[in-house]
């Protein structure tokens, strides 16, 4: 459990990328303002298993681009395996706002009613020299791919995702947005 504890220590927490995004914009880049709010919600999480060992977290990201902040919220279950850490996408609980959710809005949800997602392939991470990386590539249809690349150290989250479309990226940055602990 250590390694879990290691490793939810690093991600969770308030990030934002503003050191990246203005380093973009004097460049003249185009790039997201990005915040990620991680926080553990297994206290909401009702009737887990006596021997549950994995930690639930909310994840809330917001992206703003030209103007407008666009809310992604996600709800992951972190649990440490034998070769490395193991992160699992879940389902937004059933009659939560998917547009809105966040740990502060999140009811209790009972932990035999939540759904694991079936397009989201578990992303594996692995440690090394106090530093985890990792991810996965989801299938979500036969001609959509999304791609997740993170690493997690003590000074910040560097996460790469992509969306492809036969083959074509819709969406995603070439360079991984570095998010630094607020």
């Known amino acids: 459990m250590m390694k879990l504890d290691n490793f939810i220590n690093m991600m969770t927490g308030h990030f934002n990328n503003k050191e990246q995004f203005d380093n973009m914009q004097r460049e003249g880049k185009t790039y997201p303002y990005a915040e990620h709010i991680n926080t553990i919600c297994n206290e909401k999480i009702l009737n887990l298993p006596k021997d549950f060992n994995g930690k639930f977290v909310v994840e809330e990201s917001y992206y703003e681009t030209?103007?407008?902040?666009h809310a992604s919220p996600h709800l992951f279950l972190i649990t440490e395996?034998?070769?490395?850490?193991?992160?699992?996408s879940y389902e937004i609980p059933e009659g939560e706002d998917k547009s809105t959710f966040s740990y502060d809005s999140?009811?209790?949800?009972?932990?035999?009613e939540?759904?694991?997602?079936?397009?989201?392939?578990?992303?594996?991470y692995h440690e090394k020299d106090g530093i985890w990386e990792g991810g996965s590539t989801s299938q979500f249809s036969p001609i959509m791919t999304f791609k997740l690349w993170e690493k997690f150290s003590d000074s910040c989250l560097e996460v790469s995702e992509s969306m492809e479309v036969n083959g074509k990226k819709t969406f995603g940055y070439d360079e991984p947005i570095i998010y630094k602990r607020v």
Do not use: C, Q, W
Not at 66 to 69: E, I, M, P
Not at 81 to 88: A, Q, S
């Open 66 to 69: 030209n103007g407008k902040r």
């Open 81 to 88: 395996k034998e070769d490395g850490i193991v992160l699992y």
């Open 106 to 112: 999140m009811k209790n949800a009972d932990y035999t």
């Open 114 to 124: 939540l759904k694991k997602s079936e397009k989201f392939t578990p992303a594996l």
